[in-house]
């Protein structure tokens, strides 16, 4: 009896979300639009869930790598490069355009790399001192694809790269309209699909993880690392692959972010955007799947839901505020509220941080810090 | 050589500027443990706060020398910051002393996210300069310039660090913050209030950051809602270069890190052969990070402390 109530628990949820789209683009494409981006942050919010979640690395520069995944794609998929370089032009006449099965991989291999990159340097830091160097390495790298237009065009600097393929399986093109008996699906609901898909395969990775004994390890490493090395756990070799799995998934939605909008340029790589993935991670319920999926969600659709919400707001005011700017309130309130109410984030897990909470005084802290003169 | 003086000059005035900031966030840190994001913030707001009372100063009470000015407007630049930053300490960060340690990381992001916005609606989100109050005229040294404005952050950064060290070495609120810092439990056992304790921490931060915020307005000559994210992203770098927690490293970091960017901006670009620019000096300080963080992995100054449970 309880096992066929899930199951057409389950037959409705995927229904819903297969009509999703159809439904959503009678509205106009901007909804699914709205919905292939959330779906984007979902990937990064569970790519950044392994290194901040399960192995407890605060990682402030992930958007490094959801970049290097982009423009690897950007790079391989538009006649940027052979402009650029006449060589490359000889070869390829018609400019470089690798198919997916070799941008994907190669996206998420390199990402990869650079993500045991910079766990290399950073395996001996401890906490806060980790969250700096990723935000610096963060910054390098948008620093980087800013300014190598010179004296080798590359990155084509702050202008980014125009033109990059839409995805094809099999000469199956999602960057154009299809129709399927009868029903028409637009570009940007086959990438709902294509991204539904890729979060559905990382959610079933994630939850395998978890519970492996790589998952158990990350996160005994994450409680308390000194116990978990007595129990003769690599922790070396375990962070690093953290970092790697970990941007593996930024460097494959990169790639997919690149290929669906058709253009990169590093102001989506900022600062910020690395800041509201964690604040993604964190506010849904760091190391439990399902939150970390609504607090991506919840994030990444706010401002958009807001836009409609801040319209009113504006008329109230006289149109005194900006809607933008009331839309960036509100999130700000949003995230300190939800904070305030749900330390532990909006759907937190029994497991996390349990040898955090200790029954401590008033104030915590641990004698290893001080003020020293 | 005048190019390099020249580049020392301004490096040690960014640095001092760097290092007023950075104190705030170790402080911060080295009490109770959370990267406060919001301190760049408070830094904006000082200076628009200071920009606002000198506009009004000037049209209520024209022929008012320029140096009592600035001075009036700093005051008040201190109440508004100090009043600031205790309140989101009491309201975002307090309730959250036992929560898991990166939900007050998330309310700070959050409180930055508003102080930013809420400074967008009160002064508008364009750039606005920064009247001159100090003369302007430079000062010849060894072939070098450095302009009023560059002594007095000079000096006031000398001054304020000299009270700072005296007040966390020789008072009593130093020696609450100490112990505080050391351990908060048996602080409090001897007598200390460690809430009291921690919102003059953040307190003292603020004023540190409404100075910075100050110098920042009128050496660069502009103010704008977003001018604290810089600033607070470097004088967090020099908080951890120093060693993070430690009062003497963040002034070390900051310093330091001020003079790397600036000779690095005067001499990448040459030494390079033209192939990397003065734009890759951020990428320059971070790099240093990287490198000082990887052979001594708490900083410069930071204690070697034994990994413990």
């Not at chain 1, 992930?62 to 995944?69: H, K, P, S």
């Not at chain 1, 950073?122 to 001192?129: E, Q």
């Not at chain 1, 058709?262 to 955007?273: A, H, I, R, T, Y």
């Not at chain 2, 809430?195 to 921490?201: F, P, Y």
Request: hydrophobic content about 55%.
């Amino acid at each position: 009896m309880m096992k066929s109530n899930k199951l057409i628990q389950f037959i409705f949820i995927a229904a819903g979300l297969l009509i999703l789209p159809l439904l959503l683009q009678q509205g106009g494409n901007a909804w699914v639009r709205i919905l292939d981006m959330a779906l984007l942050y979902v990937l990064l919010a569970l790519g950044l869930n392994i290194v901040v979640g399960y192995a407890g690395l605060l990682d402030l520069g992930f958007v490094a790598f959801f970049a290097v995944g982009a423009y690897l794609a950007a790079l391989l998929g538009s006649p940027h490069l052979a402009q650029a370089f006449p060589f490359i032009a000889e070869a390829f006449p018609e400019g470089l355009h690798l198919p997916i099965w070799i941008v994907i991989p190669l996206a998420a291999a390199i990402a990869g790399l650079f993500g045991i990159l910079l766990g290399a340097p950073t395996l001996r830091l401890r906490g806060d001192y980790l969250a700096i160097v990723t935000l610096g390495f963060g910054e390098i790298i948008r620093v980087f694809l800013n300014n190598l237009d010179r004296p080798v065009n590359i990155t084509n600097g702050p202008k980014g790269i125009s033109q990059i393929d839409s995805i094809t399986f099999f000469g199956f093109d999602l960057g154009v309209d299809h129709q399927f008996f009868g029903i028409a699906v637009n570009s940007v609901s086959m990438y709902y699909y294509l991204f539904l898909a890729l979060v559905i395969v990382s959610v079933v990775i994630c939850h395998r993880l978890e519970t492996s004994r790589i998952g158990r390890a990350w996160m005994a490493v994450r409680e308390d690392e000194i116990a978990a090395k007595a129990m003769g756990i690599n922790t070396r070799n375990l962070k690093l692959l953290a970092f790697g799995m970990g941007a593996t998934f930024g460097g494959v939605a990169g790639a997919m972010f690149a290929s669906f909008q058709g253009f990169v340029s590093p102001e989506s790589f900022s600062l910020m955007e690395s800041v509201m993935i964690v604040a993604m991670v964190v506010l849904g319920g760091i190391g439990h799947l399902p939150g970390v999926i609504l607090g991506a969600l919840l994030l990444a659709a706010l401002p958009e839901v807001l836009r409609y919400v801040a319209g009113p707001l504006q008329q109230m005011t006289d149109g005194r505020l900006d809607a933008a700017i009331l839309r960036q309130l509100l999130i700000a309130l949003a995230m300190i509220s939800i904070m305030l109410l749900r330390p532990r984030g909006l759907w937190p897990t029994h497991e996390h941080g349990k040898a955090l909470n200790k029954p401590d005084g008033p104030v915590t802290g641990n004698t290893s810090n001080s003020i020293n003169p | 050589m005048e190019i390099l003086l020249q580049q020392i000059i301004n490096g040690l005035v960014l640095g001092s500027m760097y290092a007023l900031i950075a104190l705030g966030y170790t402080m911060v840190y080295g009490i109770i443990n959370l990267i406060n994001f919001a301190h760049g913030e408070v830094l904006m707001v000082g200076a628009l706060t200071s920009y606002t009372i000198i506009g009004v100063m000037q049209s209520s009470m024209p022929g008012t020398p320029g140096w009592i000015i600035l001075l009036v407007s700093l005051l008040i630049a201190f109440v508004v910051c100090g009043t600031l930053n205790f309140t989101i300490e009491k309201i975002a960060y307090r309730p959250l002393r036992n929560a898991p340690k990166l939900a007050p990381l998330i309310t700070a992001i959050g409180v930055s996210l508003l102080l930013q916005t809420l400074a967008m609606i009160i002064w508008k989100p364009n750039y606005k300069s920064y009247p001159t109050l100090l003369p302007s005229d430079p000062i010849q040294f060894a072939g070098a310039v450095i302009t009023v404005t560059q002594v007095f952050i000079l000096g006031a950064t000398a001054v304020s660090l000299a009270i700072l060290m005296w007040l966390v070495h020789y008072t009593r609120l130093g020696r609450a913050m100490r112990a505080t810092a050391e351990n908060p439990r048996v602080a409090a056992l001897m007598g200390v209030r460690p809430d009291t304790v921690i919102s003059a921490t953040f307190v003292i931060g603020a004023l540190l950051a409404a100075l910075a915020g100050v110098m920042y307005a009128s050496n660069y000559g502009t103010v704008h809602h977003h001018m604290g994210f810089l600033p607070g992203l470097k004088a967090f770098t020099a908080a951890v270069l120093g060693g993070i927690g430690n009062l003497g490293g963040a002034v070390l970091g900051g310093i330091l890190l001020g003079l790397i960017e600036s000779i690095g901006a005067g001499y990448l670009g040459p030494l390079t052969g033209g192939v990397l620019g003065s734009q890759y000096s951020d990428i320059l300080a971070f790099t240093v990070l990287i490198i000082v963080l990887t052979l001594r992995p708490t900083g410069l100054l930071g204690e070697r402390v034994a990994d413990r449970a």
